[in-house]
T-cell receptor
Framework: GQQVMQIPQYQHVQEGEDFTTYCNSSTTLSNIQWYKQRPGGHPVFLIQLVKSGEVKKQKRLTFQFGEAKKNSSLHITATQTTDVGTYFCALGGSQGNLIFGKGTKLSVKP | DAGITQSPRHKVTETGTPVTLRCHQTENHRYMYWYRQDPGHGLRLIHYSYGVKDTDKGEVSDGYSVSRSKTEDFLLTLESATSSQTSVYFC?????????????FGPGTRLTVT
């Protein structure tokens, strides 16, 4: 079945540095979602992308969907300690479920 | 959040015992999902429901059963728990339909099978 690969698996940054995580697929995606999970918490929906080349921004977060709809990225500008957590991309499955990547765990050193 | 609670929040049980996890929602949404989260695997779908008494299997359904006798409750049962079912279990709802991938998750249940 469809799956997505996320890189990197871990990222350690100094507070104020930028951070990017990438989500890649070998097949064309109809949609991609991004979720954030704080340590000990549950996944929280961030954004959905459906259009080729789409770019969406939420404050310091920028989400992109590739032109070929086979990849997506999440970029955080000037990280803060509140950005700590695991960021997942997820594609929508035929059962209405989410198919998650394995996530990128972000740690931020103050 | 979306008025989703899960119970119990933590449970330790022995191999071979039956275990039931409960997901309760207060907003009468039709679509509900059970996922498990394991290190190195992300979240994987166990079962899902698209209405009262309407359920179907997900990617990792072996060893699990579900029931939904009321809109607000979705129960996940491990018939005979095994150590491989040690995991964190999340319930989720979809507010706007089967192909809405904006899902809302409950706080999770951490299950340990010894």
């Amino acid at each position: 079945g469809q799956q997505v690969m996320q890189i990197p698996q871990y990222q350690h940054v100094q507070e104020g540095e930028d951070f990017t995580t990438y989500c890649n697929s070998s097949t064309t995606l109809s949609n991609i979602q991004w979720y954030k999970q704080r340590p000990g918490g549950h996944p929280v929906f961030l954004i959905q992308l459906v259009k080729s080349g789409e770019v969406k921004k939420q404050k310091r977060l920028t989400f992109q969907f590739g032109e070929a709809k086979k990849n997506s990225s999440l970029h955080i500008t000037a990280t803060q300690t509140t950005d700590v957590g695991t960021y997942f991309c997820a594609l929508g499955g035929s059962q209405g479920n989410l198919i998650f990547g394995k996530g990128t765990k972000l740690s931020v050193k103050p | 959040d979306a008025g989703i609670t899960q119970s119990p929040r933590h449970k330790v049980t022995e191999t071979g015992t039956p275990v039931t996890l409960r997901c309760h929602q207060t907003e009468n949404h039709r679509y509900m999902y059970w996922y498990r989260q394991d290190p190195g695997h992300g979240l994987r779908l166990i079962h899902y429901s698209y209405g009262v008494k309407d359920t179907d299997k997900g990617e990792v359904s072996d060893g699990y059963s579900v029931s939904r006798s009321k809109t607000e409750d979705f129960l996940l049962t491990l018939e005979s728990a095994t150590s491989s079912q040690t995991s964190v279990y999340f319930c989720a709802i979809s507010k706007t339909g089967p192909l809405s991938y904006e899902q809302y998750f409950g706080p999770g249940t951490r299950l340990t099978v010894t």
